[in-house]
C-alpha cells in the first residue's frame, strides 16, 4: 500500500499518523500492514507522542464488509487475526497517542480511535459508533477490551451492546472525546495541541505504565484471537 494512503511524519516533538485513501479509509490485510510500518517508523524515530489522524470528512469507517464474505477463508482468518494483533497494538503502543477523528468513526474505525490514548473529533454530522449489533457481527474480546477502556463504564451498555452512534457533542458530554474542533478543519491541529504536552511526560515511564495497567486484558483478548475472530454475519 502506497505511502501516501497511510503517512508517517515528525511534527517538532510529535509524530503524525495520517490515514487517507481518498475514500473511507476501508481496513484490509495491506492496510494493517501499512500502518504497522507507520507505527514501525514512529516507534524508530522515537517521538514524545503519536497523533492518528484521518481525512477531512472520515477517520475510518472500519473492515471492507462488502468485500470480507468475498475472502477464501484463509484469508479472512489472517485479515481478523491482523485486524486484532494491529488495533491492539495502538492500544498498548509504548508513548501518548491521541486520534485525530476528522469525520465518521464507524466500526474498526471507531475501534481504532479508542484504542488512542485521547481522542479530538471534528464537529458536524459525524458519527462515533460501534454498530456491529445492528449487522449481525458480534464483537471481538480484543474489541471489547478497547472500547472499555476508551468509554466510561456508565455507557458500556449503550455504547458497546446497543450501538447508539454518538454525534461530536454527544461523545463529548460522555467524555469518550476530550474534545470538539470547531471548525472540523482544526481537528488535527488541536489533536497536536494536546498532544504536545504529553510529549514531555518520560516516553520509559509512560510506555511501562501502560503496559502494566493493560497486561492483563491485552493478555486475555490476545489469548481469544485465533480462535474469535469476528464471525460472519448472523
Known sequence: MADDVVSYRRD???G????????????SLPWFAALNAALD????????????????GM??????????PTLPEAELQRTLVAFGQTLLRVFVFPIPTVAAVTGHAIAGGAMLALACDLRVMAEGAFRLHLNEHMIGLPLP??????????????????AILHA???????????????????????TLSLALHLAEPLSALSTGAYGESK?????TVVRWAEQQLATEGMPRPR
Do not use: C
Open 12 to 14: 517538532d516533538r510529535v
Open 211 to 215: 503496559r502494566r495497567q493493560r497486561a
Open 59 to 68: 477517520f475510518s469507517a472500519g473492515l471492507n464488509l462488502k468485500v470480507l
Open 164 to 186: 447508539r452512534p454518538y454525534s461530536p457533542d454527544e461523545a463529548l458530554e460522555r467524555t469518550i472525546v476530550a474534545a470538539v474542533a470547531r471548525p472540523a478543519e482544526t
Open 141 to 158: 474480546t480484543w474489541a471489547i477490551t478497547i472500547a472499555e477502556s476508551g468509554i466510561p463504564h456508565r455507557y458500556h451498555v449503550e
Open 16 to 27: 503524525v499518523i495520517t490515514l487517507d485513501d481518498g475514500k473511507a479509509n476501508a481496513m
Open 41 to 56: 517508523r514512529a516507534e524508530a524515530d522515537a517521538p514524545g507522542a503519536l497523533v492518528l489522524g484521518g481525512r477531512h
